[in-house]
């Protein structure tokens, strides 16, 4: 009996050996209704002379038992462990998709807000460029209107300018050829009834002196008239003569003098001769009536291509700083002052006045165009 015990211990040692240690449920299973029969057998058959060797035996089994048992748990634990990281892996990696999820849909919806918001403010943009090109076109309309309007004014105001200056020449042909004849006449009847003052009794001869002297300074101030409505020496002799003649003439009226400064210019345009002439009387009467100054200075000169007039008196001129802006007159102040700025623009040319401590300068530049000359 011992023998064939023996040969089962060996074959179960080895089978306990050679056993893999991943079986299965239902190998274990086998495995132990193996055992509980041996030790049923074992129970039985128990002799006390082979007590120690059946006591013996079973130990190798054991021996080679436990390891493998340990050897299975380790690979069982290893597995289990590596299932928790994965599944702790896979756990992080759905939190971590679901937050780029979310992510991606908040990325999503910004993008379809800041699209809409786009095309809002394109339309927006749209719009407002819409409602500039109109803006633009009707100031480009009103523009045009304006300048328009602007060459209708300059033209009318050109045409009264022109008007006024051959008003001006009948008026002062009229006075000349008309008044002043019948003046001259009346003159003459007068100092051939003064011949015969002696037939006339006292008071007579007062009353005829008193007219003959009314008619003289009648004569003279109708003359005088004339020549400032429109002088004869400018059409004859040119502009030099007339400016003499004129400011020779102011000198004794006003007891201002005069100093004045005429290079040889020669000849000019008729429009240029008539209004530079203009532009001396109207400065010269506004010296009279607004400077309060005893001296005055004209400078006149003249290159190749335009022609300078200067002004010059020595008064106070305006000092008041409503009226006077940066040193320059404002446009809706004085009648005379605007006619002389018109009259120098539709030559084509500058007109300013300066103020300063020592007096008030008007300075006229006219360019020498073709269409001047």
Same mark, same amino acid.
């Given at each position: 009996?011992?023998?064939?015990?023996?040969?089962?211990?060996?074959?179960?040692?080895?089978?306990?050996?050679?056993?893999?240690?991943?079986?299965?449920r239902a190998t274990r299973h086998r495995r132990g209704v193996v055992r509980g029969a041996t030790l049923k057998t074992a129970k039985t058959s128990f002799d006390p002379r082979h007590a120690v060797a059946v006591h013996q035996e079973p130990v190798p089994r054991h021996e080679h038992t436990l390891p493998v048992r340990?050897?299975?748990?380790?690979?069982?634990?290893?597995?289990?462990?590596?299932?928790?990281?994965?599944?702790?892996?896979?756990? &992080?990696?759905?939190?971590?998709?679901?937050?780029?999820?979310?992510? +991606? #849909? &908040?990325?999503?919806?910004?993008?379809?807000?800041?699209?809409?918001?786009?095309?809002?403010?394109? =339309?927006?943009?749209? +719009?407002?460029?819409?409602?500039?090109?109109?803006?633009?076109?009707?100031?480009?309309?009103?523009?045009?209107?304006?300048?328009?309007?602007?060459?209708?004014?300059?033209?009318?105001?050109?045409?009264?300018?022109?008007?006024?200056?051959?008003?001006?020449?009948?008026? +002062?042909?009229?006075?000349?050829?008309?008044?002043?004849?019948?003046? =001259?006449?009346?003159?003459?009847?007068?100092?051939?009834?003064?011949?015969?003052?002696?037939?006339?009794?006292?008071?007579?001869?007062?009353?005829?002196?008193?007219?003959?002297?009314?008619?003289?300074?009648?004569?003279? !101030? #109708?003359?005088?008239?004339?020549?400032?409505?429109?002088?004869?020496?400018?059409?004859?002799?040119?502009?030099?003569?007339?400016?003499?003649?004129?400011?020779?003439?102011?000198?004794?009226?006003?007891?201002?003098?005069?100093?004045?400064?005429?290079?040889?210019?020669?000849?000019?345009?008729?429009?240029? !001769?008539?209004?530079?002439?203009?532009?001396?009387?109207?400065?010269?009467?506004?010296?009279?009536?607004?400077?309060?100054?005893?001296?005055?200075?004209?400078?006149?000169?003249?290159?190749?291509?335009?022609? +300078?007039?200067?002004?010059?008196?020595?008064?106070?001129?305006?000092?008041?700083?409503?009226?006077?802006?940066?040193?320059?007159?404002?446009?809706?102040?004085?009648?005379?002052?605007?006619?002389?700025?018109?009259?120098?623009?539709?030559?084509?040319?500058?007109?300013?006045? !300066?103020?300063?401590?020592?007096?008030?300068?008007?300075?006229?530049?006219?360019?020498?165009?073709?269409?001047?000359?």
């Amino acid at each position: 009996m011992k023998r064939p015990h023996s040969r089962r211990s060996k074959t179960a040692s080895r089978d306990n050996v050679t056993r893999p240690a991943d079986d299965s449920r239902a190998t274990r299973h086998r495995r132990g209704v193996v055992r509980g029969a041996t030790l049923k057998t074992a129970k039985t058959s128990f002799d006390p002379r082979h007590a120690v060797a059946v006591h013996q035996e079973p130990v190798p089994r054991h021996e080679h038992t436990l390891p493998v048992r340990e050897g299975t748990l380790r690979v069982r634990k290893t597995p289990a462990q590596t299932r928790a990281d994965v599944e702790r892996l896979m756990s &992080q990696m759905r939190a971590a998709n679901e937050r780029l999820i979310v992510s +991606a #849909v &908040q990325a999503q919806n910004l993008s379809d807000e800041a699209h809409l918001e786009a095309v809002q403010a394109r =339309a927006e943009l749209d +719009a407002l460029m819409s409602h500039v090109r109109a803006a633009n076109e009707q100031l480009a309309t009103m523009a045009a209107e304006a300048s328009e309007r602007e060459e209708k004014y300059r033209y009318l105001s050109g045409r009264l300018l022109t008007l006024q200056d051959e008003e001006r020449r009948r008026l +002062a042909r009229d006075l000349h050829d008309s008044t002043g004849q019948c003046l =001259a006449a009346l003159t003459m009847n007068l100092a051939v009834v003064g011949r015969a003052k002696k037939a006339l009794d006292a008071p007579s001869r007062r009353a005829l002196a008193e007219c003959q002297s009314l008619a003289d300074q009648s004569a003279r !101030e #109708v003359r005088t008239l004339a020549y400032l409505l429109h002088p004869p020496l400018l059409d004859d002799v040119g502009l030099l003569s007339t400016v003499r003649w004129y400011a020779e003439g102011f000198a004794k009226r006003s007891g201002i003098h005069v100093t004045m400064d005429l290079g040889e210019i020669g000849r000019l345009p008729e429009t240029i !001769e008539t209004a530079l002439f203009r532009v001396v009387q109207e400065a010269l009467t506004n010296v009279h009536r607004h400077a309060s100054t005893a001296r005055a200075s004209i400078r006149l000169t003249a290159t190749a291509d335009a022609v +300078a007039l200067d002004i010059h008196d020595e008064g106070h001129g305006l000092r008041d700083p409503v009226t006077q802006r940066n040193g320059r007159l404002p446009e809706t102040l004085g009648v005379g002052i605007q006619g002389m700025r018109e009259r120098v623009s539709q030559l084509g040319g500058t007109f300013d006045i !300066e103020f300063t401590d020592s007096g008030t300068t008007v300075r006229v530049r006219v360019p020498m165009t073709r269409d001047t000359r």
